[in-house]
């Protein structure tokens, strides 16, 4: 009976120690992400990135700093955002972790409407095999920068069947940018955004709405995405457009 006590104590104490690992915090993580909890997620990236650094592995601290900057750019926390993305040691991430570093970096600048310093990174990064995340906000920066050539050429390398959404909310950013009548658009990533339940594109795009035709009921609902996604800034300057 003590032997097999024992047996069940060790098994429950190398579970906790393998959950104590990077990975496993990072993967926690993500699946608060993926269900909106962005407070959660924060947390879990913070202990991450403590144990990535105990383990000495460069490329999963640079991953886990590159999250946590994603979540404070959504914060519209952008000077919290910028020194997360200066520690990375870009040198040692391997081609998927670099063209997430890409991303991420050139989503913070679009989000700020930093268009010049987003397609900068566009032009002096080029990966075969391209995420559709990467390419629309490739797609974006060129937008804003009135190359709509370039602009076009990004969002056709997206694959619409494997991303949907994706590809519909990068269309209407484009044309948006472009001068042309989004409202159709955005209507229609609004939709997928909801159905494939990506919440902050969900908020970001209904506050676009309420700014395009004035309709404060985008706004409050805007501001309810973000309230229950825990993000305080862009909250306050939903709400603030409701009333």
């Known amino acids: 009976m003590v032997k097999r006590v024992y047996v069940i104590f ?33 947390d879990q990236y913070e202990r991450a990135l403590g144990e990535a650094r105990k383990e000495a592995d460069l490329v999963s601290e640079g991953r886990i700093l590159i999250s946590m900057a994603m979540l404070a750019a959504h914060a519209m926390e952008y000077e919290a955002a910028k020194k997360l993305l ?15 570093f890409c991303k ?14 987003a397609l900068e990174i566009a032009n002096r990064y080029s ?25 076009d050429a990004y969002l056709k390398k997206i694959n619409k069947k494997n991303s949907p959404g994706q590809f519909a909310f990068y269309e209407a950013r ?12 955005y209507e229609n990533a609004l939709r997928l955004s909801s159905e494939k339940k990506q919440y902050f594109i969900s908020g970001v795009i209904l506050l676009r ?13 805007s501001a309810s995405v973000f309230s229950e996604l825990g993000l305080a ?11």
């Not at 989503?107 to 409407?113: A, H, I």
């Not at 990966?127 to 602009?151: C, D, P, R, V």
């Not at 309420?210 to 706004?219: F, H, I, Q, R, V």
């Open 10 to 42: 060790c098994i429950f104490m190398l579970a906790v120690g393998v959950f104590a690992e990077s990975g496993d915090y990072a993967y926690q993580a993500k699946k608060y992400f993926s269900q909106g909890r962005y407070g959660n997620a924060y």
């Open 86 to 100: 200066d520690f990375v040691r870009t040198d040692v991430l391997d081609e998927k972790s670099k063209e997430y």
């Open 104 to 117: 991420t970096y050139m989503e913070f600048y679009n989000l700020q409407g930093k268009y010049k310093e």
């Open 127 to 151: 990966f075969k095999k391209a995420s559709a995340a990467f390419l629309g906000e490739a797609a974006i920066a060129a937008a804003g920068n009135k190359k709509n050539g370039e602009a």
């Open 174 to 185: 484009v044309a948006d940018l472009n001068g042309g009548k989004p409202k159709e658009l």
């Open 209 to 221: 709405l309420a700014e395009l035709t004035g309709n404060k009921d985008y706004a409050t609902r």
């Open 233 to 243: 800034k862009p909250f306050q300057k939903a709400e603030e457009m409701a009333k």
